[in-house]
Structure formats: structure tokens, C-alpha cells
């Protein structure tokens, strides 16, 4: 049995996989964030659990919001103050007497999709998260990239371009961003940056699903905003492309639900392109919110990943 957890600041979840990666059962928790020992106790607990429920030791990956740092198994948590800087994977793996993989859960959320059946023949697939941050990962010839310090696919500390910037205008505040970099893109393209923006032209704080709402209905703010930020996307993922040259992209949070980007999007981005390059196939997440868990569950396939 294959069990992924799925970590987030509010909620955990564990689900368990058969060999042939079909889910049996999962659970839900909120997530412990009084210490570090009642979070490391939560997640024994949930492992013992699905021991007994299913009379075996399952092979265990881990998603967890942050950057993994191998050398001294520690987790730099960006949402879960009491696990930041702890070391979380040797300490668990001695309490439940296993080995385990963790990785970060934007990388996972890619795995996942690189991994679905209408997707698996691509080599090449980015997994780009537009929700409450901007968050993705990098799949490369079938394998997660994580680079040297864990910081691979960190796509959203990507800072403003230039062609970004002429779009935006050159006197567009540069937000300072929770990394502690200033005028990264996860500011003005994620969920929350949709809204920022919106209130930065039109001096109205509305949210993103209002603001879609009245672009559906005509209204000539919601209509310019909307084609501005789609420009600003296909720019944005422009420059991703020109490191990584994808086959796919793989859009997955909130604003992933906007269907527009998929018809406008490829349209806008080969003005940014190299002559040589082809636009990729761009989709929507296929496996929504239960991504996370299902990718956590491929990290203990390591480099003999299975696909549908």
C-alpha cells in the first residue's frame, strides 16, 4: 500500500493507494499547530491507523508546503510555524520505523498530473498553481526537478520581467512577497494577486469570483482587467518556458477554473516566444484538490514511477 499525506496550514490529509495507484480510503484532520511534538504525533497517529486498517507497514510520501532540505532532513514550512526548521522527516521516520519521502506540495500536484494517462507520454510537464499564492513544479524526462537546495520549480519567486513590467507599467508598486523578496510574480498572478491588481487600476477591493462575475456581465473595468492579467499570464509563462521548454502545462487552484486561459492564453504567448518554439499543450488539473495526496503517494515510487 502506497499512503500520501497531503499537508496543509489547516488540514491534513492521508490517503491510501493499491499498487495500481487506485485510492481505498483516506482521512481528514485539522492540522495540529500548538507544537511541533502534536503535529509529529498527529501524523503517527494517522500512519498506525491505516497499519492497522489495512494489516501492512505502507510506504509513505509526504507534500507539505515549503522547501526540503536533504542535508538535515529539516522542513521550511511556510504556513506551519511550529514544524519550520524541524527535523521532521528523521523524526518521524524513527517513530513509525520506515523510510519516507517528502517533497514540497506543488511539486507533488505535478507529479500527480505528469502522471495522469492522457498526460504520462510527455517527458516534459510544468504544474503551475494559481490559488491563494502562485506555486508550481517541474517534471523533467518522467522526474521531479528539486535543484541543489530544494528551491527547483520555485516558480513563484520568479521576479517581473520586462515584458511583464510594459504591460503592468513601469510604476507598478514592487510588493514585497512573504519570501522576503520584492516584485515576485506569486504578487500579482495568483488568486490573490488577480485582486490586488483589480484594486490597484480601479481603487475597488472585490473578490476574485466578483470580479469574474462582472466581467461575465460586460462591465468595462472587470473586461480590461481580465485581458490585462491574461496577458500578463501568457508573458509570465513565457519566460518559464524559455528554462524549461515544456511539452505541457498543467493548470491546477482557484483561477484555474476560469476557462478563458485555456482559449487565450496559447494565443497570446507566441509574441514571447523564440521563432523556434511551439506552444504547448495547455489543460486543467485533472485531479483537483485529491492532486496533492495522489502525488505524495508516487514519491515512494521514486525512479520506478508507474503510470495509469
Given at each position: 500500500?502506497?499512503?500520501?499525506?497531503?499537508?496543509?496550514?489547516?488540514?491534513?490529509?492521508?490517503?491510501?493507494?493499491?499498487?495500481?495507484?487506485?485510492?481505498?480510503?483516506?482521512?481528514?484532520?485539522?492540522?495540529?499547530?500548538?507544537?511541533?511534538?502534536?503535529?509529529?504525533?498527529?501524523?503517527?497517529?494517522?500512519?498506525?491507523?491505516?497499519?492497522?486498517?489495512?494489516?501492512?507497514?505502507?510506504?509513505?510520501?509526504?507534500?507539505?508546503?515549503?522547501?526540503?532540505?536533504?542535508?538535515?532532513?529539516?522542513?521550511?514550512?511556510?504556513?506551519?510555524?511550529?514544524?519550520?526548521?524541524?527535523?521532521?522527516?528523521?523524526?518521524?521516520?524513527?517513530?513509525?520505523?520506515?523510510p519516507i519521502s517528502v517533497n514540497n506540495d506543488a511539486n507533488c500536484f505535478a507529479l500527480s498530473e505528469a502522471y495522469y494517462k492522457a498526460f504520462k507520454h510527455y517527458k516534459n510537464v510544468l504544474g503551475v498553481i494559481l490559488g491563494t499564492g502562485l506555486g508550481g513544479g517541474l517534471v523533467i524526462?518522467?522526474?521531479?526537478?528539486?535543484?541543489?537546495?530544494?528551491?527547483?520549480?520555485?516558480?513563484?519567486?520568479?521576479?517581473?520581467?520586462?515584458?511583464?513590467?510594459?504591460?503592468?507599467?513601469?510604476?507598478?508598486?514592487?510588493?514585497?512577497?512573504?519570501?522576503?523578496?520584492?516584485?515576485?510574480?506569486?504578487?500579482?498572478?495568483?488568486?490573490?494577486?488577480?485582486?490586488?491588481?483589480?484594486?490597484?487600476?480601479?481603487?475597488?477591493?472585490?473578490?476574485?469570483?466578483?470580479?469574474?462575475?462582472?466581467?461575465?456581465?460586460?462591465?468595462?473595468?472587470?473586461?480590461?482587467?481580465?485581458?490585462?492579467?491574461?496577458?500578463?499570464?501568457?508573458?509570465?509563462?513565457?519566460?518559464?518556458?524559455?528554462?524549461?521548454?515544456?511539452?505541457?502545462?498543467?493548470?491546477?487552484?482557484?483561477?484555474?477554473?476560469?476557462?478563458?486561459?485555456?482559449?487565450?492564453?496559447?494565443?497570446?504567448?507566441?509574441?514571447?516566444?523564440?521563432?523556434?518554439?511551439?506552444?504547448?499543450?495547455?489543460?486543467?488539473?485533472?485531479?483537483?484538490?485529491?492532486?496533492?495526496?495522489?502525488?505524495?503517494?508516487?514519491?515512494?515510487?521514486?525512479?520506478?514511477?508507474?503510470?495509469?
Amino acid at each position: 500500500m502506497l499512503y500520501g499525506f497531503d499537508i496543509g496550514g489547516t488540514k491534513i490529509e492521508l490517503a491510501v493507494f493499491d499498487d495500481e495507484l487506485k485510492q481505498v480510503w483516506s482521512k481528514r484532520v485539522d492540522t495540529p499547530t500548538d507544537s511541533y511534538q502534536s503535529f509529529l504525533a498527529c501524523l503517527v497517529s494517522l500512519v498506525n491507523e491505516a497499519d492497522d486498517r489495512f494489516a501492512v507497514k505502507g510506504q509513505i510520501g509526504i507534500g507539505i508546503p515549503g522547501i526540503i532540505n536533504e542535508k538535515d532532513k529539516t522542513v521550511y514550512t511556510t504556513n506551519i510555524d511550529a514544524v519550520k526548521n524541524m527535523p521532521l522527516i528523521n523524526d518521524l521516520e524513527q517513530a513509525i520505523h520506515r523510510p519516507i519521502s517528502v517533497n514540497n506540495d506543488a511539486n507533488c500536484f505535478a507529479l500527480s498530473e505528469a502522471y495522469y494517462k492522457a498526460f504520462k507520454h510527455y517527458k516534459n510537464v510544468l504544474g503551475v498553481i494559481l490559488g491563494t499564492g502562485l506555486g508550481g513544479g517541474l517534471v523533467i524526462n518522467h522526474q521531479l526537478v528539486n535543484g541543489a537546495d530544494g528551491c527547483g520549480g520555485e516558480i513563484g519567486h520568479v521576479g517581473l520581467s520586462i515584458n511583464m513590467l510594459k504591460i503592468l507599467g513601469y510604476d507598478i508598486p514592487l510588493v514585497k512577497c512573504g519570501c522576503g523578496l520584492e516584485g515576485c510574480c506569486e504578487r500579482y498572478l495568483s488568486g490573490t494577486g488577480f485582486e490586488w491588481l483589480y484594486h490597484h487600476f480601479y481603487h475597488k477591493q472585490l473578490s476574485a469570483k466578483t470580479i469574474l462575475e462582472h466581467y461575465y456581465n460586460g462591465d468595462n473595468d472587470a473586461l480590461a482587467h481580465v485581458d490585462r492579467y491574461l496577458e500578463l499570464l501568457a508573458a509570465y509563462l513565457a519566460n518559464i518556458m524559455m528554462v524549461t521548454n515544456p511539452e505541457i502545462i498543467v493548470i491546477g487552484g482557484g483561477l484555474s477554473n476560469f476557462d478563458l486561459i485555456y482559449h487565450e492564453v496559447p494565443k497570446r504567448l507566441p509574441k514571447y516566444l523564440l521563432p523556434r518554439m511551439t506552444v504547448p499543450r495547455i489543460e486543467k488539473a485533472k485531479y483537483g484538490d485529491a492532486g496533492g495526496a495522489r502525488g505524495a503517494a508516487l514519491l515512494c515510487y521514486g525512479r520506478e514511477l508507474k503510470c495509469e
